[in-house]
């Protein structure tokens, strides 16, 4: 039988389980990037021990990323209740793609640039701000028994991408 709607489609339980699994998935993928983002980092650090970033400087890069969490999460919190969900989505996901490509520029090069990766990660940074916005869309999407399962998963999501970055990134 039909018993509840979803954006004005009846579904039965069963398209409903698999259409919340769906969501679930969709929503908890950005934490899969930004573990993997904030670690790549360390998967990287003998490569750029050899390219002449020292353990002090890639703790440095760690920094740059934290510092810019611990400002911008509090700030993105506030803005959300003011600009809008779908807004800040988007806001936060900007400086996370432009610093990650920094990132990678910054550290192509055969002698990499420091200021060039320090600067990428700390746009990174915004990503965590990014999982407020998911765990806000979360909070919306799912209820009860629900939203403790989807965040469960995005915590399990998150750690997969911390481990598939450190081993399936090349450091040589």
């Known amino acids: 039988g039909i018993n509840a709607e979803y954006g004005g489609w009846a579904m039965s339980r069963r398209r409903q389980f698999w259409f919340k699994i769906l969501i679930m998935f ?42 810019s969490t611990s400002i911008m999460i509090f700030v993105i919190g506030v803005l959300i209740d003011k600009l809008g969900l779908n807004v800040m989505i988007l806001a936060t996901n900007i400086p996370v793609c432009v610093g990650t490509a920094l990132v ?36 919306k999407w799912f209820k009860g028994y629900w939203l403790s399962v989807v965040f469960s998963f995005s915590n399990i999501w998150g750690q997969t991408g911390t481990a598939s970055n450190f081993t399936f990134t090349i450091s040589k």
């Not at 950005?30 to 904030?38: A, E, G, I, K, S």
């Not at 640039?113 to 701000?129: C, D, K, P, Q, Y």
């Open 26 to 67: 969709i929503a908890c993928n950005p934490f899969f990037m930004v573990f993997y983002v904030y670690d790549g980092i360390g998967a990287l650090a003998p490569a750029f021990d050899e390219k002449g970033i020292d353990i002090e400087q890639v703790g440095q890069l760690y920094l740059a990323y934290s510092l």
């Open 104 to 139: 990678f520029i910054g550290g192509s090069y055969s002698h990499p640039n420091f200021w060039i990766i320090a600067v990428g990660r700390t746009l990174s940074g915004f990503g965590e701000s990014l999982l407020a916005c998911q765990q806000t869309v979360m909070g």
